[in-house]
């Protein structure tokens, strides 16, 4: 009845009515507090601070606004408040001092929906725990960073040498080989065998994961995962998050093949690998109500692992055989320490206290590689009170790993490959406390032990048996060290050539 009495509103109005109440609510609520919130940058409303931000090259941008705004400082991704931390001291305080606060993972839209909050890397809470704490137990059982993890590596550096010693010193792309050798190296922890290079299964496998973590940092899936609703009206441009899903459920299906073939043939009294001890467990606790050992856990925690411990050891080592070409005088140096020291024989992991440049040498790639610019993100468990900032329960943190390993006030030549930022004046090796190259606190990198026996190994076995070189008619000068950004930074593609120097 009242229809008729009020006075008719035009649609737009009330829509823009609408927005007008919305951004004085955004402004009311956005305005920080006096000495509460860390500065940054006004946001625009809705969008943040997209203007102030190249999303190709978000960790460049970030470490730019770091020199304005200081080591603790708010950015908003979209309508996302985000807190930066930059620089060694304010990371290493977070991440160690303040480790539970800090310590709860950002699950992003993209991971929410594919990974729908299960596993190892993507998760939060009791279930969390429970896959961390028996996925660390059960790789050091099966040999992670030590002995039976050293044979293996061992048996694939052989595969690799002869793998590269057919291309005769030709130029090749070193990815293919590089990641199906450090690949192999997890799946035989997780399934108990390795795979040959020529299965297409596992070919398959490798390169679909490589595929997501290139995607993962691009602009659409950025936009994305501000912007989640997009997916509602205009999920025809989506095209990377529709690859991802894809993916995802393709090397979901094969990892349940191999799971079901270990559970046909398990033996209790023999396990094989990770999975063989998960499979125990979950049938330990068939009759336990809310069991974290369930299927979900266990392929989403297996595919973590899969595809953790094939990028970020592979891409690290093709960085340094990369770099080893661009810098033969640096080269030179290695190989005479190795002839020196290991001779013909095979190296072996006791070695590295003996090889010090060699180890500085390693250490210097993974630095200035820097493959993981921005960490994953995390979340506040609580509200915190750092470094007389006050950061609200739930707000993502961003521990910009990059700022650390080019610190300037830690590091003498921070933008320069420098093996003396790890040797002492006597050549002796020394550690340095903002090498954080695999985070730190309680989601520091589960496979670290492993990673750094991978590339002492695969990079003493490579750099005795070959040394690397651009191909005819390239100059040192001219191989480009530009990164593929992704969720990690990979080289952009090129080819080498692998001299034998028998």
Excluded at 271 to 289: I, K, M, Y
Excluded at 353 to 358: F, V
């Amino acid at each position: 009845m009242l229809e008729g009495l009020l006075p008719q509103i035009p649609p737009t109005w009330t829509l823009l009515g609408v927005v007008l109440a919305l951004f004085l609510l955004y402004m009311l609520f956005s305005t920080p507090g006096p000495g509460k919130d860390p500065p940054g940058p006004r946001p625009l409303p809705l969008f943040g601070n997209l203007l102030h931000l190249d999303l190709k090259w978000l960790h460049v941008s970030l470490c730019e606004l770091s020199k304005k705004y200081g080591s603790v400082f708010t950015v908003h991704l979209g309508p996302k408040k985000v807190v930066v931390l930059a620089g060694y001291r304010a990371v290493k305080q977070a991440l160690l001092n303040y480790a539970e606060e800090f310590g709860d993972r950002e699950i992003t839209s993209l991971f929410r929906d594919t990974l729908k909050e299960h596993g190892v890397l993507f998760a939060n809470g009791n279930s969390w725990k429970e896959m961390r704490r028996f996925s660390l137990s059960t790789l050091r059982d099966f040999g992670m960073g030590k002995r039976g993890s050293e044979e293996r590596i061992i048996e694939e550096s052989r595969h690799l040498i002869k793998l590269f010693e057919n291309f005769k010193g030709e130029p090749f792309n070193t990815i293919k080989p590089v990641n199906y050798a450090v690949s192999n190296i997890i799946c035989a922890i997780m399934y108990g065998s390795r795979f040959d290079y020529a299965d297409p299964t596992f070919q398959i496998m490798v390169n679909r994961a490589n595929e997501n973590l290139r995607i993962l940092g691009s602009a659409e899936i950025q936009l994305y995962n501000m912007f989640p609703w997009l997916r509602w009206c205009c999920g025809w441009w989506l095209v990377n998050r529709t690859q991802i899903l894809k993916n995802v459920k393709n090397n979901i299906e094969e990892i349940m093949e191999l799971v079901q073939g270990l559970k046909n043939t398990l033996n209790p009294q023999n396990l094989r690998g990770f999975v063989d001890a998960f499979l125990v467990r979950q049938q330990e606790e068939s009759d336990q109500p809310g069991s974290y050992f369930h299927n979900n856990n266990l392929k989403f925690t297996v595919g973590n692992l899969f595809s953790a411990g094939t990028d970020t050891s592979a891409t690290t080592l093709r960085w340094g055989l990369l770099l080893m070409a661009k810098y033969p005088h640096i080269q030179d140096q290695v190989q005479e320490e190795l002839s020196r020291v290991i001779g013909d024989r095979e190296p072996r992991v006791e070695d590295r206290r003996n090889l010090p440049y060699t180890d500085a040498v390693i250490h210097e790639i993974q630095r200035v590689a820097n493959i993981v610019p921005m960490s994953l993100p995390h979340t506040t468990s609580c509200d915190v009170t750092f470094q007389g900032y006050l950061i609200k329960k739930g707000t993502m943190v961003i521990p910009l790993l990059m700022s650390v390993l080019q610190d300037e006030e830690e590091w003498e030549t921070p933008h320069s490959f420098n093996p003396g930022h790890f040797l002492d004046e006597k050549g002796r090796f020394i550690k340095r406390d903002a090498f954080m190259p695999f985070s730190a606190g309680r989601r520091a990198c589960l496979g670290e032990s492993l990673a750094r026996m991978e590339l002492f190994l695969f990079f003493t076995f490579l750099l005795q048996r070959f040394r690397f070189t651009p191909p005819p008619g390239v100059s040192e000068d001219e191989l480009d060290l530009t990164p593929i950004v992704g969720l990690t930074l990979t080289p952009s593609p090129h080819q080498l050539c692998a001299v034998s120097r028998a």
